[in-house]
């Protein structure tokens, strides 16, 4: 099975905030890895697929890079409505796996 | 526009058996692979597994922790998609999402459930 490694496990930022978080394969997965967004109480939200696509919808200040092993999700500038939890997602092989999460809090 | 609303959730006995089902509409159902992610109260997501399109045989896969235990189906004329859960355990407590793949074959999961909960417990 891949393992999929998310950091960090929680971070705190202000609105306005560049946010980085990153999600390491155990082994290549070529791009097929998804970021999705949670917020208490709901269901997951899509937010890119394929590494970097984002979907349609989405806010342009939220993009995704990488390649093989590791990947980053960004969010350019934080907005109120961004704090929630973020799991990546890879689809190259099955059993399908995800990360174990990133709760993004206000500072 | 895509819903997928998931129904059968509830309090099972450990050992006992339920079985959820997810009606879709807004899309050609039979096109797509769907696919069940579960989330323990306070825990991440888990795939659970998926069901192919027909177009791709309509073979499953499953997660090692409900191979044996969970059956995934679907039925294109209704558009709905099952989850047979049976010799239920503590440990499958969870709401359970109802997701559509964005292929026939499998992929990221672009629509989801609103989620119905399993709690099982004696």
């Known amino acids: 099975d891949i393992q999929m490694t998310q950091s960090p496990s929680s971070l705190s930022a202000s609105v306005g905030d560049r946010v980085t978080i990153t999600c390491r394969a155990s082994?290549?997965?070529?791009?097929?890895l998804a970021w999705y967004q949670q917020k208490p109480g709901k269901a997951p939200k899509l937010l890119l697929y394929?590494?970097?696509r984002l979907e349609s919808g989405v806010p342009s200040r939220f993009s995704g890079s990488g390649s093989g092993t590791d990947y980053t999700l960004t969010i350019s500038s934080l907005q109120p409505e961004d704090f929630a939890t973020y799991y990546c997602?890879?689809?190259?092989?099955?059993?399908?796996?995800f990360g174990q999460g990133t709760k993004v809090e206000i500072k | 526009e895509v819903q997928l609303v998931e129904s059968g959730g509830g309090l099972v006995q450990p050992g006992r058996s339920l079985r959820l089902s997810c009606t879709a509409s807004?899309?050609?159902?039979?096109?797509?692979?769907m696919s069940w992610v579960r989330q323990a109260p306070g825990k991440g997501l888990e795939w659970v597994g998926f069901?192919?399109?027909?177009?791709?045989?309509?073979?499953?896969e499953y997660a090692a922790s409900v191979k044996g235990r969970f059956t995934i189906s679907r039925d294109d004329s209704k558009s709905i998609a099952y989850l047979q859960m049976n010799s239920l355990k503590t440990e499958d407590t969870a709401v359970y999402y109802c997701?559509?793949?964005?292929?026939?074959?499998?992929?990221?999961?672009?629509?989801w459930g609103q989620g119905t909960l399993v709690t099982v417990s004696s």
């Open positions: 997602q890879q689809y190259y092989s099955t059993p399908q796996t």
């Open positions: 997701t559509r793949d964005r292929s026939g074959w499998y992929g990221d999961l672009d629509y």
């Open positions: 069901i192919r399109s027909k177009a791709y045989g309509g073979t499953t």
């Open positions: 394929a590494a970097s």
């Open positions: 807004g899309f050609t159902f039979g096109d797509y692979a």
């Open positions: 082994q290549g997965i070529s791009n097929s």
